[in-house]
Structures are given as C-alpha cells and as structure tokens.
C-alpha cells in the first residue's frame, strides 16, 4: 500500500510539515538505488584503542575514504564508534562526545555505528558491566534524535570475540549498506568468531558469485509479501530456491518461482508430512530455511474463539517446531545449516487484539534461541527478524487511521518495506554471519510501540 504521506513530505509540502513540527519521513536509500556520490563520502572512524585502528584499517583496504578526526564542512556517509576498550562509565566521554560534534556532518541516511563489548549477565566487575550494559541506552537514545533517514545501531562483541572477526565485519557491511535502511535502534551480537571471510561479491551482492552460491534455500509463504521478496533476494544473491504455499496461492506462487527460476511446493506447513515435503523438494539437503509462512485473526481474548487461537498457533509457531525436528531427525539440515524465522515486534512488545498472534511470535523467538546450540552443533546457525510495521497486504487490512499512526510510530517514521526485512535474512542466512547464533533482529525503523 502506497505511503501518500511520504510521497507528499518529498515535494515542496515537506517544509511546511517541518514548521507545523509534523513528521518528516524520508525516502530511504536502499540497496541498489544509493547514489554513488553518497558511497563514496568519508567514513569517520572514532576510539581510542587498538580496536578503532583496525577497523579503520578494514575499511581502508576495502576502498573507504577513512578518517580518524572530523574535518570541518565535509559530509560524512558513516561514524563509527570503537569502544571495546571501554572499561569504565566515565572512560566513555571522549568518543561518544565526538560522536555528537561530527552528527551534524552526517549526511542524509548516515549511519552511525557502535562496537563495543557484550553485556555479559555474569559479568563480576561492576564497573564494567555499567560501561557496557550503559553503551545500550547510549546507542538506544541516539537512534531516537538520528534526522533525515539516518540511523544508529550498534554491534556487541561475545566473549573474546575479536573486532575484526568474520561476522563482526560482515555486520558492520550491512549496517554501512543500504541493506539495513530499515534497521534502526538495534544491537547485532557476534557471539563467535565463525563464519566466512565477507567477499567483495557478497559485499556488493554483484550477482555472479554471490554469497549464497550453490546452496539451496526454503522459504515459506513466498507466494507474497515478505516471502516473496526474500525469495528474490536469495536468488539474487546465488541460492536455488524452493517456495512454498498453500495449495490456493499456487498461482502466485509459481508466478515468483519463475521469475527466481526456482522451484513451487504447494504445501499447507501444517500438514502432517509437510517436513518430508520439503526435504524431498529441496533434493534430499536443506541449506537455508526461512519459516516465513505466518497467519493473523486478531480478537480480544474475551472474543477470541479456539479456532482463531489455534490456527494461529499451528502455522506461526507449532509448524516451525515440528518441521526443525523432524528434518533434525531425518538428518536433512546440511552441514552449515541457517534458518531464519520470522518474530514480529509484536512478540516483544505485545498488541491488544494481537494475544494469540504474540504468543506465537514470543514463542518464536524462544524457539530461535533454544535451536542455537543444535544448529552450531552442524556448524549452522538458527535466528530470528522481528519486523514492525512492513507495507504487505497484512497490513494493508488494518483500518486506514490505524495504518497512518503505526507507520509514523517509528523513529524513521514510516513503514519498512518488504525489502528490508528480505535483506536483513540474506545477510543472516549467510556464511559470514555465522558467528552470530540464537538473536532476534528487529527491522522496524525503532517502532516506539511497547518495548
Ligand atoms: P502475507 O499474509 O502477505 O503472506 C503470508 C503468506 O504465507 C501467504 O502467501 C500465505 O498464503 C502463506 N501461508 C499462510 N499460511 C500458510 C500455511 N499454513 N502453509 C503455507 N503457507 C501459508 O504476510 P506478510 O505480511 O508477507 O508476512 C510474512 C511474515 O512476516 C509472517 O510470518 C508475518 O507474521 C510476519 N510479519 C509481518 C509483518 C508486516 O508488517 N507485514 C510484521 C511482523 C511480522
């Protein structure tokens, strides 16, 4: 559905928004449509340690302009904050205060980005913990005062997992790109130093080479919507893919297979069986599994009736669980095995109307998490999104006024686009992500709704 708002804030009405201190969305730069002068502008790199030179050194050797100190009147495409050296509150000021001199040079849809180290729950050393668990909220409540597009995110180091580790870089690559136009106000915590070295190819996602190359992707519900798009995003980026949907989106459904060249499966995800399925589709090995498929019949639980309640059990979260185990036990998850599985923020936060849809998409994320350890035992990896409000025709049923508040209840204010949420699982379904195990990612723009 088209954002008549957005479209409107572009044109000569944007001013008169902005002196009626009205929302001022702007048009994201996404993948594939950034302007090169944009790319090509100065990435400013601050910190004091031995991590902030090697991440300027990364970018340096990967064809970024770098510096280390802002100059003034030069527009900056990117700051990165380097604080994992950080072991006290007060040891904080110097980088985080130079992160606010130079926001002023961030260009239109800048990104700032934090590194610092993990919140560890067992964490002994008080002082630490504050420093670390304190970098959150800094990172948080930047995103909300970020203008014209850009965002703030940030990315945490595990334990002993260095700054230049495989997926710590490939975040900091998504988080630079317009892949994450969408993602903003979030934490990306690389929990280990596997995964893959990031190519150029799947930096720039060129196509020929890509990053999932030779490996043969699942993704359900991909008639339409969201799935639709994740399968067009997987195949650009080399995968061979399987889609699946219910017997009556067939026709849809082979229309974007055949534009992927990919193969349909008309399959309800809640029949007994639908496992071996998909298995059998995917020629007897699965490589990547999107569980997208996923229903709404949102009542208030005084009206919800069992049907409402159980169907939306079944296909969001029952089928995912039983599919996982029985393709565990049939020994159909290859080697390297990814899943992505799609949450909602209304699994974080809750939604009236919504206590059957976030019981499901809770349980999702509980699932997600608990997979993590029988994943990295394949040397796989199993994690979430979480999207806020995304323009499909899911959302395109709610009633308008409803529709035109939750798109402005983001720090972006506007809603995501399928897109968005299609980019954040490649870059989560590919080898070089897989230091990163068990997370939900949010792509809601920082949806201001709950939690
Ligand atoms: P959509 O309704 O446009 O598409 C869902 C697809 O899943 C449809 O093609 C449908 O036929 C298929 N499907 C439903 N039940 C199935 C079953 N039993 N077996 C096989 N296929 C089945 O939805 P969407 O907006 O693209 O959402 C995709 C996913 O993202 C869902 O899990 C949804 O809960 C989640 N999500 C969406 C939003 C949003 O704003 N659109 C926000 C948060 C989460």
Not at 65 to 88: C, P, Q
């Amino acid at each position: 559905m088209k954002d008549t708002y957005l479209d409107l804030m572009s044109g000569p009405l944007g001013k008169v928004a902005k002196s009626l201190g009205l929302p001022q969305p702007v048009e994201l730069q996404r993948f594939g449509s950034t302007p090169e002068s944009y790319l090509r502008k100065p990435v400013l790199v601050l910190g004091s340690g031995p991590g902030a030179q090697r991440i300027a050194d990364l970018l340096l050797d990967n064809d970024f302009e770098v510096r280390r100190h802002a100059a003034a009147g030069e527009s900056l495409r990117a700051i990165i904050a380097v604080l994992d050296d950080v072991t006290t509150p007060e040891g904080l000021s110097e980088t985080v205060l130079g992160v606010g001199q130079a926001l002023r040079s961030l260009a239109k849809c800048g990104r700032v980005v934090t590194i610092s180290t993990a919140p560890n729950p067992s964490e002994q050393d008080p002082a630490l913990a504050a420093t670390t668990q304190g970098l959150t909220g800094f990172t948080r409540s930047l995103a909300h005062e970020m203008r014209k597009g850009a965002t703030a995110n940030g990315i945490l180091l595990g334990s002993g997992v260095p700054v230049d580790a495989p997926s710590v870089i490939a975040a900091l690559w998504f988080l630079l790109s317009g892949k994450s136009a969408y993602v903003d106000g979030q934490f990306i915590t690389v929990g280990d130093a596997a995964g893959t070295a990031v190519t150029d190819a799947e930096f720039l996602s060129t196509g020929q080479a890509g990053p999932l190359a030779g490996r043969t992707a699942v993704v359900t519900g991909a008639a339409r919507g969201i799935g639709a798009e994740v399968a067009r995003v997987l195949a650009r980026d080399g995968a061979h893919l399987i889609g699946v949907d219910m017997p009556q989106a067939g026709q849809a459904l082979a229309q974007v297979m055949n534009a992927v060249g990919g193969k349909s499966l008309q399959l309800d995800i809640t029949a007994d069986g639908a496992a071996d399925a998909i298995a059998e589709a995917a020629g007897g090995r699965v490589d990547i599994l999107v569980h997208n498929a996923g229903i709404t019949r949102d009542k208030l639980l005084a009206n919800m009736d069992a049907s409402r309640w159980e169907s939306v059990i079944a296909v969001n979260i029952a089928s995912q669980a039983r599919i996982n185990a029985r393709l565990f036990e049939q020994g159909r998850f290859a080697e390297g095995a990814q899943v992505v599985s799609l949450a909602s923020t209304s699994g974080i936060a809750g939604n009236r109307g919504q206590t059957n849809y976030a019981t499901s998409k809770a349980g999702v994320i509980g699932l997600t998490a608990a997979s993590a350890g029988d994943f990295a035992a394949l040397g796989g990896t199993a994690n979430a999104v979480a999207p806020g409000f995304i323009e499909t025709d899911m959302t395109a049923a709610m009633p308008a006024l409803t529709r035109q508040v939750a798109r402005r209840l983001s720090s972006l204010q506007q809603g995501g686009l399928p897109v968005d949420v299609a980019e954040t699982i490649a870059f989560l379904a590919s080898a070089s992500a897989r230091g990163i195990n068990g997370q939900t990612l949010r792509v809601c723009g920082q949806n201001m709704v709950g939690a």
